[in-house]
């Protein structure tokens, strides 16, 4: 008796042991403190393979420094440290790993080019490509903002399993016209091709990155010219490097303004959610008349089933709003993104937002005035977040809020539609919503936002909401920002990534936490 429980002791520490092991992670074994300059994670099969930091380790010359980039995986084991030297004018954007390479996008401001590079998993480059643009003409630019993908997922970079990557450019065109190219690069050979469609006129054509399945990418394909607005989801086959189908919204009944696309596991389906609009109504000026769901064949792209919430009738029963979905309370409500739960029900992640007059508005506005030119009595905030519930037909069934602190996202903005702010603040990541990350159960996920509450030394929290299929249950992880900046990053299914900046003492420490 005594020898097993003696036995099962030392199993438990040792896993206790290994457990801890696994969760903490210190990136101070230099010889000299380093300083981050980039970090993130590496997307593998649409899910957390692992992450990356650029740190410099030395200085070589004026223009030139040496970099370290480690690479882990996704329980934080080193993987790789990668040394090399270059511009002190550098950023690491994204990353994404196949099972035999691993592929990083660099970005040189001052030399006015980006740069891929392929390494194996030994850390050996393989290929190298570059495409330079031109920063006077903004010829060339990174989907670095984007109206729908998650604030720490990709936006550019994708890979195609062992063929290689393909990223996605936005083009700038002579005489103000824009398009966008999709480039696929070789990771065994130097071969790339590239689709790119034509500008007609001065059309303003932008591709944002809505969904990737093993096949597929999706991208909203909009085009900005007030005159010729319109809005298509286009998907790409990813293997074939050509155009698969598009669903075009705007030969619809309504307008049709896509904030998720969400593939069905095991089905030959595809959920598309957004805001639906009037024919004559310019939406990025509007709030739009509801919410839509399609369901679409994901083999030939034909919407299979149309259903229609609007804000005065189905939405307002369970969420209270006016015809053009205002809130007493928290305003209008963005739609960052949505999930499937089990028995395919749907819910999408809300945050509200709104403009109000401020204290300081006259002040800055009156005696300031001949300093800056520019008057300004309102800003625009975000407020609560608001998780929609939809059942097997998509009918909205319950709406709950969750409290938050609001905080500013645009000030001066007095003369722009409150919802084009709003869509230039999600742009630009303004808004607490962060990402909604798989819990490892199907049907179970949280929904993770930044509240900045703050409550004695604390200035802020990570809140997030974790669904067990059932109910929600909420959680805070406390920020601290006095001496040490702290992020979260999504990590694999059932855990968030703690990491912590020091800036005086250049120390990075970083934890696994698990989502209750």
């Known amino acids: 008796m005594f020898r097993t429980i003696l036995f099962l002791f030392f199993?438990?520490?040792c896993c206790i042991q290994a457990a801890s092991a696994q969760k903490t992670?210190?990136?101070?074994?230099?010889?000299?403190?380093?300083?981050?300059?980039?970090?993130?994670?590496?997307?593998?099969?649409n899910q957390i393979g692992g992450y990356y930091f650029l740190m410099q380790s030395d200085r070589v010359d004026k223009t030139t420094n040496a970099y370290l980039l480690h690479v882990l995986d996704e329980n934080l084991n080193r993987v790789r440290r990668i040394r090399f030297d270059a511009s002190t004018s550098i950023s690491l954007q994204e990353a994404a790993a196949s099972d035999?390479?691993?592929?990083?996008l660099f970005y040189?401001?001052?030399?006015?080019?980006?740069e891929l590079r392929i390494y194996d998993n030994d850390g050996k480059l393989m290929q190298s490509y570059t495409r330079a643009f031109d920063s006077y003409k903004r010829r060339?630019?990174?989907?670095?903002?984007?109206?729908?993908?998650e604030s720490e997922g990709n936006r550019t970079l994708f890979e195609v399993g062992d063929e290689g990557y393909m990223a996605v450019f936005v083009r700038w065109q002579a005489k103000g016209t824009c398009t966008y190219d999709i480039n696929f690069y070789g990771s065994r050979n130097r071969k790339t091709s590239k689709f790119s469609p034509g500008v007609a006129g001065r059309d303003f054509l932008r591709a944002d990155f809505l969904a990737k399945t093993d096949s597929l990418l999706f991208v909203e394909v909009s085009n900005r010219r007030a005159s010729r607005s319109s809005s298509t989801i286009m998907a790409f086959n990813i293997h074939t490097r050509k155009k698969a189908f598009e669903v075009n919204a705007n030969k619809e009944k309504w307008q049709f303004e896509p904030a998720a696309v969400l593939p069905v596991p095991g089905q030959d389906t595809i959920v598309m959610v957004g805001k639906y609009f009037d024919k004559d109504v310019k939406h990025v000026k509007s709030n739009g008349k509801g919410i839509a769901i399609y369901r679409v064949s994901r083999n030939t792209g034909a919407i299979l089933t149309r259903t229609y919430n609007s804000w005065e009738?189905?939405?307002?029963?369970?969420?209270?709003c006016d015809k053009k979905g205002q809130n007493a309370e928290n305003g209008y409500l963005y739609l960052h993104n949505a999930t499937l739960g089990p028995d395919g029900k749907l819910f999408v992640a809300a945050e509200g937002y709104y403009r109000r007059m401020y204290a300081f508005g006259?002040?800055?506005?009156?005696?300031?005035l001949p300093f800056h030119l520019t008057p300004s009595f309102t800003r625009v905030q975000n407020s609560?977040?608001?998780?929609?519930e939809f059942n097997a037909t998509d009918k909205l069934v319950k709406a709950i809020t969750y409290d938050k602190a609001p905080s500013t996202m645009m000030a001066r903005m007095d003369f722009l539609n409150r919802h084009m702010v709003a869509r230039n603040a999600r742009a630009h990541g303004l808004f607490g919503y962060g990402f909604i990350h798989p819990a490892g159960d199907p049907g179970h996920f949280s929904i993770c936002y930044y509240n900045w509450r703050k409550s004695g030394e604390e200035k802020g929290y990570f809140t997030y909401l974790r669904y067990n299929g059932q109910k929600f249950r909420q959680y805070e992880v406390p920020l601290r920002t006095k001496e040490v900046s702290t992020s979260v990053l999504p990590a694999k299914p059932g855990f968030l990534l703690i990491i912590e900046d020091n800036h005086k003492e250049r120390t990075i420490e970083m934890r696994m936490e698990k989502i209750s």
Do not use: C
């Open 140 to 149: 060339l630019h990174l989907q670095n903002m984007s109206l729908h993908n």
């Open 11 to 13: 199993i438990t520490t």
């Open 25 to 45: 992670l210190s990136l101070n074994d230099a010889a000299t403190p380093s300083i981050l300059y980039s970090s993130g994670t590496i997307q593998r099969n």
């Open 313 to 320: 009738t189905e939405i307002n029963r369970q969420y209270s």
């Open 108 to 114: 040189y401001p001052a030399d006015k080019k980006y």
């Open 362 to 368: 006259f002040v800055h506005s009156t005696i300031f």
């Open 100 to 104: 035999s390479s691993m592929a990083f």
């Open 384 to 388: 609560d977040m608001v998780v929609l």
